[in-house]
């Protein structure tokens, strides 16, 4: 494939994506979040084995950038998700404070 058909695909990827996201519920994000990590865990894999089969610099370079940025994806990820996780459990009661030192006689 030539440069202008991958340029194309990524062109047309990007406006499905987009609206394909965009019509997901708030409900949903959570869930859809999973699994955009579970794909961004494939992207971290696959940019693990190019640079480990790069054999000029340039390669390795472009390589290593990827694994940095899919890590930094990766994470960020699964932080954003526990964030909105939390969102759903509610708050919780704080702990009562311990009775003082003879405080315990007045109740």
Known sequence: MDGVALLTITV???FVGFEVV????STLHTPLMSGANAIHGIILIGAIIVAGQAEDTATLVVALIAVV???ANLVGGF??????LEMFRGRRKAPADP?????EGER
């Open 12 to 14: 047309l990827a990007v």
């Open 22 to 25: 965009s019509k997901v519920t």
């Open 99 to 103: 009775p003082a030192a003879g405080e």
């Open 79 to 84: 932080v954003v998700t526990d964030r909105m």
């Open 69 to 71: 940025l899919a890590t």
